[in-house]
């Protein structure tokens, strides 16, 4: 707590290796993903920096992956699914009239999009449902996703009647809460009544996007720091200083990392990636938590 009221508790480096814009990043499991367009995804083993694979692609503008593949939402309109150890392009869907800037995938379901699976009961889903959040400036809708080919809207969320406050993209929800943040703050939803709990204003800070939500810490950003705020007392506690990094509408070109320390600094979890973007020279900046003396 002491370096991140002092500012000292994160150290960054860089990922070298792509010729062209790098706009897709997904992370996972010490695992960073990068997609660009010099047709080509990379896997990075973000603790020693090393390219784990590299394989040839389309023009990505979404990326998911696991142990054994990696799916690609592309400018060219179509959504792709690739074998790491081989290359090899097993799987080619196209049906979008327009570049593909999200995607996901369930084996369970045996379906690409989405998902989280509801951890809360409430009178409209049980835990373990699968729930599809969609959103734009205003509204918040709540999809009920299963084998049917057809489902009804659940719910609508909104912050103003009169669309006079504008939600911010990049919506956080882990099964129990929705969080998305606006020009007045945070605003965050409890998922089994569908009630505002708390608006968390930033008085200090205006616009903040956010990256992450856990019960004791919350990581959002501007164009300059990334900020850290104590839920708890609702103030940012640490910012910390970011390049020029490369800006995108579309909200693709950055991603938090690790996630468990927003629930509480252990002693243990204050370890690996904090947040990537790419940049202008093609590289893609990593903050770090710095390691212990």
């Known amino acids: 707590m002491k370096q991140l009221e002092d500012h000292e508790a994160f150290e960054t480096s860089s990922l070298i290796g792509h010729s062209a814009r790098v706009y897709a990043l997904y992370y996972k499991d010490g695992l960073l993903c990068t997609g660009s367009d010099d047709l080509s995804a990379k896997l990075w083993d973000v603790s020693t920096?090393?390219?784990?694979?590299?394989?040839?692609?389309h023009t990505c503008a979404a990326v998911k992956f696991d142990e054994q593949k990696l799916v690609t939402g592309s400018f060219d309109n179509t959504v792709a699914c690739w074998e790491w150890s081989s290359g090899a392009r097993t799987q080619h869907f196209r049906g979008h009239t327009g570049a593909v800037f999200s995607v996901d995938y369930s084996d369970e379901l045996d379906i690409?999009?989405?998902?989280?699976?509801?951890?809360?009961?409430?009178?409209?889903?049980?835990?373990?449902?699968?729930?599809l959040l969609s959103a734009?400036?205003?509204e918040i809708k709540i999809w009920p996703i299963g084998r049917e080919i057809n489902c009804?809207?659940?719910?609508?969320?909104?912050?103003?009647?009169d669309r006079?406050?504008?939600l911010q993209p990049r919506l956080h929800f882990d099964g129990k809460y929705i969080v998305c943040s606006s020009a007045l703050g945070l605003y965050q939803w409890d998922f089994a009544s569908y009630d505002i709990l708390r608006v968390i204003k930033t008085p200090e800070v205006a616009?903040?996007?956010?990256?992450?939500f856990g019960d004791v810490f919350a990581l959002l950003f501007d164009n300059h720091y990334l900020y850290i705020m104590d839920l708890r007392t609702e103030s940012l506690i640490s910012r910390?200083?970011?390049?020029?990094?490369?800006?995108?509408?579309?909200?693709?070109?950055?991603?938090a990392g690790e996630a468990s320390w927003l629930n509480g600094l252990d002693g243990h979890n204050d370890t690996g990636l904090v947040f990537a973007t790419s940049m202008p020279d093609h590289s893609i900046h990593l903050v770090l938590w710095k390691e212990h003396c």
């Open 49 to 57: 920096g090393q390219c784990v694979y590299g394989i040839q692609t």
């Open 112 to 131: 690409l999009v989405v998902l989280q699976k509801c951890k809360v009961k409430s009178l409209l889903h049980s835990p373990g449902d699968y729930i």
């Open 136 to 138: 734009d400036k205003y």
């Open 152 to 161: 009804k809207c659940l719910k609508t969320l909104s912050v103003s009647e």
């Open 164 to 166: 006079s406050i504008c």
């Open 207 to 212: 616009n903040l996007a956010l990256l992450g």
């Open 240 to 255: 910390w200083p970011l390049p020029e990094y490369r800006k995108s509408k579309r909200g693709s070109s950055f991603l």
